[in-house]
């Protein structure tokens, strides 16, 4: 398979049970569907010991916002669409418009799971102020989107990043947003 980012032939990684396609030149890694969430949630370590490991450790420092992407599925060709992990981190990734699966730069996965690990702590008042300008800033991207598959990659990473939030943050957020306790 063909990396999206820098043209080169990707490898096969085996991590566990779970087989991805990495480019050891840009150190991207595609996922294909359901993928990400299990690699995120092994332990580093497993991680570490894997082909993986520089993914982890790169930075590619490329321009994104949410939107069109000029990257390519390396599955089905077909554009590949920018969003935010999560809805509400700085994270950028792209999701193949079909539901092929998911593209992360170099350092994105490290990102990922140190986004992740940092909403399991007890949020602060500055953090709680942070969440919601996210929050506004998700919401108005979220708005001009219009593609049910689109809006379902969007799902699917906020529901890992709901699923590590604390119960005070969704709170917190819901008297904000919507005026009413859960």
């Known amino acids: 398979m063909q990396c999206p980012l820098c043209k080169n032939l990707m490898k096969q990684v085996v991590i566990a049970d779970v087989t991805l396609d990495a480019c050891t030149v840009c150190d991207g890694v595609w996922f294909d569907r359901s993928e990400m969430k299990r690699v995120i949630e092994m332990p580093e370590a497993t991680l570490e010991k894997s082909d993986l490991s520089a993914s982890l450790k790169g930075d ?3 321009p994104e916002r ?3 992407s000029p990257l390519s599925c390396p599955r089905c060709g077909e554009n590949l669409w920018s969003y935010r992990y999560g809805a509400t981190s700085e994270i950028i990734i792209e999701g193949c418009k079909k539901g ?3 593209w992360t730069d170099g350092g ?3 990102k ?3 986004y992740l690990e940092e909403s399991r702590k007890p949020p602060t ?5 942070e969440i919601q300008k996210r929050m506004k800033k998700a919401d108005k991207e979220a708005g001009r989107l219009k593609d049910p598959v689109i809006l379902n990659m969007l799902r699917e990473s906020e529901d890992t990043f709901s ?3 604390t119960n005070e943050i969704i709170r ?4 904000i947003f919507y005026g009413k306790r859960v």
């Open 108 to 110: 994105e996965l490290k």
């Open 163 to 165: 699923g590590r939030m």
């Open 66 to 68: 949410p939107g069109n």
């Open 112 to 114: 990922i799971r140190d």
């Open 172 to 175: 917190f957020l819901n008297d």
């Open 100 to 102: 092929c699966g998911v």
């Open 60 to 62: 590619t420092a490329r």
């Open 125 to 129: 008042a500055e953090k709680m102020r």
